[in-house]
């Protein structure tokens, strides 16, 4: 067989059943392997970056690698800035590049670029194929590569020579690396930092943001009087009635700092130390209060889970009962549509076991507050802070999870980046109901130069940071690319077109128009 | 004054007036700057894949540079596909990349990234600013270096603390480096070959493709029965009645060696050696027929007009009346639309002066072959293959001349890479008319796989290269960002709307659904 088809049976063969693709003519032999070789299902984006934020939304969701195959050095750097937020959300992705045929590449034709050298940016592991013998073990050893902890992308550049030679058949799966247990000893100082009665919090993410491993952390917090916080952006976080409820670290500096203030003991799971998302002029970078010891349980490449567990067990909280969020559906909004209006019909509405990702930016903590006691769910949030990641992320994670609606809120500004997503979900018939919160504004940025001290800026600064002229219209939008839609401008509009999007399935918008 | 406003006074003094843009919190200072300083028009993008293509398309048409301002690792990404094309186009760019403080990389907070590397992919030149006094020098030598023959990406890195920083001014323009004139050796070396009589081409590319070289290259051919050729893909190119009419090199590797078959002498001005697009198995990448002798005219960084008069009085052909395109106005076509049929209206509507934007790919042939006897016009092509580049490119074209109307011709599948042109389009009320030829699929790929041997593709291998499912309604895609459009479905609804698009100001979209 030739090695395109070795390759795609080795990925079957290692549990790799989804390809996300926009490929070009360098691999139209694994186009055609595709076509002979049963359980790998192929789905087309319009736009590169909307295959890697799906592989991304799947991998958070499936736990295990999607394909994804595109096309030379510019079909890869479409794809950098969501690979970028799979980077940061150490999503396990199997990212197949072709390229040039070797024989080919000297003669540096107009698509030629540096594949290796834009791939690097963004991944754990980088391969060139230069023997199609070899190309079914190099997929191998991609697989393995990509679930090795903390979980990465593993990139394996095939050039098309490479892809149309001819190979022996599919290589063996490889044996995965396991997550490494903590040290006794990081556990033993962690618990005597927390029983020292000092004020501490326990700051986590990846893995631990699971509904188990933050029961354990809720027994923790309630034996020891510890806080917990979680990152402001995490891969997955479990959260909603029946789990412990644990808030993001603020996003603005100053208001991370204050909540913060006077802890003397950072416990840090999965997580680093805390640092702002950007500097401003006079004010730190670092987060960690001064004379705050910190206490690293766990690496992200650690086993998370394990080690909260063994700190429970080591404080004696193993019977502590957690605290727990108990389900609160509010009554439906009324009034003037604003973020604050979203988050309460989300919560009366959100379905048990819906997926949430969260791009609404600015719009965020509104939406994040009152569904904290909504039907328990998932939250995928904007990891690498690299814009246009919702509409892909939730196309993916309806891939991983079919039986589970996926609710994306979304800012409109970030929508535009890749909305092509919404063509994806309609021709897979994905079950994703999207809202737009149109403020039609970059607000984020308008908040960013008030605080960089222009308090007033002039026409074209202004100018530079308002989408309102021209006003998008997000319903012809989607309708153009297949996917049914409807304007809110009201809260009341909202609660019945989020009521009517989350009862049927299938892909919907809402544009919510906001206000203030 | 801070660096970024004496960055940006730097800019203006060395004659950029016009900065695509989509920044970030990262460049607030230099948003803040636009403020402050006249004569700089600030030009939005919701993408930067739309920033990136829009700078393209202003420096072939301006020949001076547009300054793009990008945010950070993951904005640059998203706009390095387009300044791929700009690359092989060799526009002039001066690209500003926000980056985080240097006080701030260490925090490896979540966008960092490594932005050189990325900017390294595309660019002649990349500097990273480190000292705020120096930022306005830094700024002048990346005008210098994108103006260096043959023109190219400059990129300066700006982390934010060096934009807050205080410069004492802006920086006095930099002297940039004039093309060199070719060597007596290489035109009296082409001369004999030309004066052999034996079979010979002249393949050009670059500056030698506007209407005086054209001329000097068309009095050539008269005197020595030499064919003339420009690339597959060129900046740009001036044509239509009135001008030596050029042929491009085929697209597909057999029809080009067809085109050069058993000829003897190749001389090359501002182009290389003529390779073949992709590589196909068993088939040669070089298209230079065997025992045929390449003549190295000018080098992209040579003078091409200089070289090609040079050549001319050398061959003593100085008033040889070179063979002019008569205009040809076809009459209004009827019946099915297909790419032929919009050839034919536009040959016939084009105005003078109009600036075509060609990226049709499949139908490209259909519509350059008609409009050769059109009005005088220039032709911007897709230089380095990496689609999504039309749309951009009109967009910014528009903007360098706006007493000419643009006319972008756009595949269906390319169109959906940088949609988001559109808004830009609206926005700034540019006087450009796009026809999407919706043929609703890859059909370019479906040939390929044809050419790679597989005849008969499967349902999933077709279901790849098809994007019928759903049908992208474009009148509600464009409608929903601001353009006027209509759908034209026979070749007389495509004449009506094209001449109706043609006599009015603004921007304006027609789909036109292709068959056969």
Known sequence: MNAAEGLVRTLVGAGIEVCFTNPGTSEMHFVAALDRVAGMRSILGLFEGVVSGAADGYGRMAERPAATLLHLGPGLANGIANFHNAKKARTPIVSLVGNHALSHLRFDAPLSADVEAIARSVSAWVRSARDPAELPSDGAAAVAAALAPPGGIATLVVPADVAWGEAEGPAPELPVRKRETVATDSVRDAARALRS????????????????????????????????????????????????????LPYFAEAASEALRGVLHLVLVGAGPPVAFFAYPGRPSALTPEGCSVHALASPAQDAEAALEALQDELGARSAPPELAELRRPDAPHGALTAGAIGASLAALLPEGAIVVDEAITGSPALQGPTATAAPHDWLFLTGGAIGQGLPVATGAAVACPGRKVVCLEGDGSAMYTLQSLWTQAR????????????????????????????????????????????????????GMGVRARRATSAEDLHRELATALALPGPRLIEAVIQG
Do not use: H, K, W
Request: glycine share 10%; net charge positive.
């Open 197 to 248: 009665g000092e004020p501490a919090v326990v700051l986590m993410t990846g893995a631990a943001l699971r509904e188990r491993p933050l029961a354990a952390a809720g027994r923790i917090a309630r034996a020891t009087g510890a806080r917990l916080f979680c990152n402001t952006f995490n891969a997955r976080l479990s959260r909603g009635a029946g789990r412990v409820a644990v808030p993001t």
């Open 428 to 479: 897979e018939g994905l079950d994703v109901t999207t809202v737009i919160l149109a403020n039609r504004s970059y607000a984020i940025l308008q908040v960013e130069l008030a605080r960089m001290g222009f308090r007033d800026p002039g026409p074209r600064a202004r100018d530079m940071l308002g989408i309102a002229r021209p006003a998008l219209d997000f319903v012809r939008l989607a309708e």
